[in-house]
């Protein structure tokens, strides 16, 4: 990554606070840096680290041209997280996590489809052939698929990584995402059990503060590793334009072919030439001959 994390940046946007002392995972321990006024705090350094960590993955992934999900449904990251995915160019689910959403992705492709149907419908004209009642329920069909999977419609396979904001509340979509071995980044709190995530973040995953520097963060790596992609693909485009004109350049210019006369004077005078020249070479041979005897005399 071009940034490094700024550990200041991190403690002015809250990311250090935690869940109440009785409501932690003991398996946070490695990251909490000490107890304040019964609030857990979170070490920064660590922090820092792992959310430089997470970015240089996401953009190696980005980079591939795979799709990363990203995962939010709590009112305070629900608009952070459809920015910053949007800018990224990546799926988003910020409304109820549709259950199956991975492990039955074909069901869910069949909803995203039925809501282009509609959009057809629309520019066809059979939408308007339709009663006022039928209308009304399209219209609210179009609605909800809009509200819950419009940000998916142009995910056509599985994802290649979720990145999760609070995996507590997400807890459907993070175990989906296990049993497909789908790489899981996440933003994990005090009260959560960081070994659910291939890729830790301990962060403040309530603040709005918080979330927004960590999730911007993570669509800049991935924004770095889209544009590395296309750099990737200009110069390929590149060389394969300049080949056939290599080609052209080395390539040798054929010789043209010489025509013989068809006139019967040039004809007879190729001839005479051909004997003439077939003579002299026959009399530098025998001159040649006798110069030679004469020397060994």
Known sequence: MANKVEVKELLDAGVHFGHLTRRWN??????IYMERNGIHIINLYKS?????EAAEALSKIAASGRKILFVATKKQAKEIVAEQAERANMPYITERWPGGMLTNFVTIRKAVKKMASIDRMKKDGTFNTL??????????LRAKL???????????????ALF???ITREHIAVKEAQKLNIPIFA???TNSDPRLVDYVIPSNDDASKSISKVVSYMADGII??????????????DKSDDAPKKAARTRKPKQEAEVPSTDPQDQKEMKEAQEDVKLQSKGETVDNSRSTSDEEE
Not at 48 to 52: G, P
Not at 131 to 140: G, I, M, T, W
Not at 146 to 160: D, F, H, Q, T, V
Request: aromatic residues 2%; glycine residues 6%.
């Open 164 to 166: 999760v904001v609070d």
């Open 146 to 160: 809009e509200k819950n999977l419009g940000s998916i419609s142009e995910m056509n396979r599985l994802p290649a």
């Open 187 to 189: 933003m994990v709190d």
């Open 48 to 52: 820092a680290a792992k959310m430089e």
């Open 224 to 237: 770095e590793g889209l544009s590395q992609r296309n750099d990737a693909q200009g110069e390929a485009a």
């Open 26 to 31: 003991p398996n946070m321990a490695p990251y």
């Open 131 to 140: 009663s006022k009642k039928e209308r009304l329920q399209v219209d609210r």
